[in-house]
Each structure stands twice: as C-alpha cells, then as structure tokens.
C-alpha cells in the first residue's frame, strides 16, 4: 500500500503564496515521477507541475514564472511554491505519484486525497 500525506493548502489574498507538500510513504521501490494537478470546479482536472527522477520539469503554461516545484528524493516528497497566486488559481490541488512498488516491482500512479486552495479578498 502506498500513502500520500498533502498538506499546505488553505485562504489566500491575490499575490499570497502558499506551499503545498506532499509525502509519500508505503510499498514504494522507486518513485519515477511526483506532481501536482488541480480541478477548478465545473472544470477537469489539469497538469499544474511535475518533475521526474530525470530532473525533467514541466509547468502549465498559466503558471509558469509563478509557481516553483520541487523533490526531496531522500524523503520521497514533493513541494509547490505558488507564488502571485490568482483567484484564478482557485481549485483543489492533487498530488500525483508515478512509481514502482517494492512488493510486486510493477509500474503503478496514484493520487492523493486533495488539498483546497482559495485564493480570494
């Protein structure tokens, strides 16, 4: 079994920041990607940030200069620095794992339970 423990999400006035974490514990070999995803509501779920074991980073394009996304391999975690957030920003962030499980030594990805970020006056 695997656990993604999220935290960091929470009310923000527009140009706040916050920080989102996001640990991962359990069967775990290798973890070969870590991310984040957020769905507005009314809306589908989209990439935010993701890096690989590769270094290989990724943004949404509506993010890009303004969000940070960062790994800790030693503790298989994963962090977001959002900074100027929006209202727009608005959503429930997802964590997301691809990795490879000590038990069975199979590819698997899952999600974590979501964290709420509203940003608003």
């Known amino acids: 079994q695997v656990q993604l423990v999220e935290s960091g999400g929470g009310l923000v006035q527009p140009g706040g920041s916050l920080r989102l974490s996001c640990a991962a514990s359990g069967s775990i070999f290798s973890i070969s990607a870590m991310g984040w995803y957020r769905q507005a509501p009314g809306k589908q779920r989209e990439l935010v940030a993701s890096?690989?074991?590769?270094?290989?980073?990724n943004y949404a394009d509506s993010v890009k200069g303004r969000f940070t996304i960062s790994r800790d391999n030693a503790k298989n975690t994963v962090y977001l620095q959002m900074n100027s957030l929006k209202p727009e920003d608005t959503a429930v962030y997802y964590c997301?794992?691809?990795?490879?499980?000590?038990?069975?030594?199979?590819?698997?990805?899952?999600w974590g339970q979501g964290t709420q970020v509203t940003v608003s006056s």
């Open positions: 997301h794992v691809d990795f490879v499980s000590s038990t069975f030594r199979r590819e698997y990805d899952y």
């Open positions: 890096t690989t074991s590769g270094g290989i980073i």
